[in-house]
């Protein structure tokens, strides 16, 4: 894997496709290859709502992309101090066999010059030091980029958000910062009212509203749960 990781909070994602468009200007790319992939999952009907479920889709970064290996010029590579696997464009002859070779449809074709282009998480901005272009304008920041031992304080973050909403703590106005850092410490057992590990075990069994009301009017809520 890379040394770094991009990170989708899906349920903050509301399909924009502005991750696609702003990859396509940095890669100066038009229709037809999508190095990043917005898909939609759904409708769902929850709780009698219909809902939509967007996944993030890019490169993976494979600790052994099999894309490297299928490719007979060299041109696919994986970078050695980084871990970002990249295509050079000088070395690709438009075979595809790293299309064929990739489960997940990474490597993208680019009909206008005949060769393959691919997520390599923007590398031109990683080497001076900003954030890949689809993250920077992701209008609900549901896209998060950094190093893996950072992403943990993320999902950290987004739970002690739902559990502030959904009022274990007594919050009734969504989305207070405050109550957003009271929750945050308290599973970091920093309050006085128990370790991490239990604040996070009494956590297990959150507070659905969907699945509730189902249940007051009368049906078991597992369908809300599929």
Same mark, same amino acid.
């Given at each position: 894997?890379?040394?770094?990781?991009?990170?989708?909070?899906?349920e903050k994602?509301?399909?924009?496709?502005?991750?696609e468009?702003?990859?396509?200007?940095?890669?100066?790319?038009?229709?037809?290859?999508?190095?990043?992939?917005?898909?939609g999952?759904?409708?769902?009907?929850?709780?009698?709502?219909?809902?939509?479920?967007?996944?993030?889709?890019?490169?993976?970064?494979?600790e052994?992309?099999?894309?490297?290996?299928?490719?007979? !010029?060299?041109?696919m590579?994986?970078?050695?101090? /980084? =871990?970002?696997?990249?295509?050079?464009? /000088?070395?690709?002859v438009?075979?595809?066999?790293?299309?064929?070779s990739?489960?997940?449809?990474?490597?993208?074709?680019?009909?206008? !010059?005949?060769?393959?282009?691919?997520c390599?998480?923007c590398? /031109?901005?990683? /080497?001076?030091?900003?954030?890949?272009?689809?993250?920077?304008?992701?209008?609900?920041?549901?896209?998060?980029?950094?190093?893996?031992?950072?992403?943990?304080?993320?999902?950290q973050?987004?739970?002690?958000?739902?559990v502030?909403?959904?009022?274990?703590? =007594?919050?009734?106005?969504?989305?207070?910062?405050?109550?957003?850092?009271?929750?945050?410490?308290?599973?970091?057992?920093q309050? =006085?009212?128990?370790?991490?590990?239990?604040?996070m075990?009494?956590?297990?069994?959150?507070?659905?509203?969907?699945?509730?009301?189902?249940?007051?009017?009368?049906?078991?809520?597992?369908?809300?749960?599929?």
């Amino acid at each position: 894997m890379s040394d770094y990781y991009l990170f989708q909070d899906s349920e903050k994602c509301i399909g924009c496709h502005s991750c696609e468009v702003a990859c396509k200007v940095n890669k100066n790319l038009t229709q037809g290859p999508r190095p990043c992939r917005v898909i939609g999952v759904g409708p769902r009907s929850v709780g009698g709502v219909p809902r939509t479920a967007y996944v993030f889709m890019s490169c993976f970064h494979c600790e052994n992309p099999w894309c490297v290996a299928a490719c007979p !010029t060299g041109a696919m590579q994986k970078r050695e101090k /980084d =871990g970002i696997v990249f295509v050079d464009p /000088d070395l690709c002859v438009g075979c595809k066999a790293c299309i064929a070779s990739c489960p997940w449809s990474a490597p993208q074709w680019n009909p206008e !010059t005949g060769k393959v282009v691919k997520c390599d998480y923007c590398m /031109d901005r990683i /080497d001076q030091g900003l954030k890949p272009a689809c993250v920077t304008v992701c209008t609900t920041q549901c896209l998060h980029f950094g190093k893996p031992d950072e992403m943990p304080n993320i999902r950290q973050e987004r739970h002690a958000r739902k559990v502030a909403v959904l009022g274990n703590i =007594g919050v009734t106005i969504p989305g207070g910062e405050a109550d957003v850092e009271k929750e945050i410490l308290r599973l970091n057992g920093q309050n =006085g009212e128990g370790s991490c590990e239990q604040n996070m075990a009494e956590d297990s069994q959150p507070y659905f509203p969907f699945v509730e009301q189902e249940k007051e009017q009368g049906g078991n809520g597992k369908k809300n749960l599929s």
